[in-house]
């Protein structure tokens, strides 16, 4: 049986900030599980037994080689539905911020592309994002509006 797509699936994401205001994306790489070529607010997969700040940790550890501290509590809950693959999932995302080391791509296949950007200024980028992205950035604007003021 497979996350997902035979039953509901639970991963965890994170809104990275810097000391700037801007965020932490990732373009999904051609062996990422779903949304391929999307970018996104980083994220992985819960492990069984495995706590949701726990796991978002590890991700990031594994995936780019920093570590990270999060707010005790998820800012947003999406449920995460892709129609054109089968999938659906629930999605809990974290406000974070690294604490030690620069973000590097351990895991090429998964994760193509990443970089910082200011909130303000996604939507004029055409930037093609992953549609928990999309909800996570929305939900975003409406905890910290002053994110994206130019």
Sequence with gaps: MKAGVDYIGVGVGVV????????FLAKRGPKASNEAGTWEFPGGRVERGERLA????????????ITIEVDDQPFYV?????PDEGQHWLSPT???????????????????AINWFWPS????????????????LAALRRVHPELFCS
């Excluded at 726990?54 to 080689?65: F, L, P, T």
């Design 16 to 23: 990275l900030l810097d000391t700037l205001g801007r965020v």
């Design 54 to 65: 726990q796991a978002i940790k590890r991700e990031m550890k594994e995936e780019y080689g």
């Design 78 to 82: 999406c449920d995460h539905i892709i």
């Design 94 to 112: 974290f406000l974070g911020r690294i604490i030690e080391g620069e973000p590097t791509i351990l895991e090429p296949d998964k994760c193509s």
């Design 121 to 136: 200024e996604l939507e004029s980028l055409g930037l093609r994002l992953s549609l928990v992205t999309q909800d996570d």
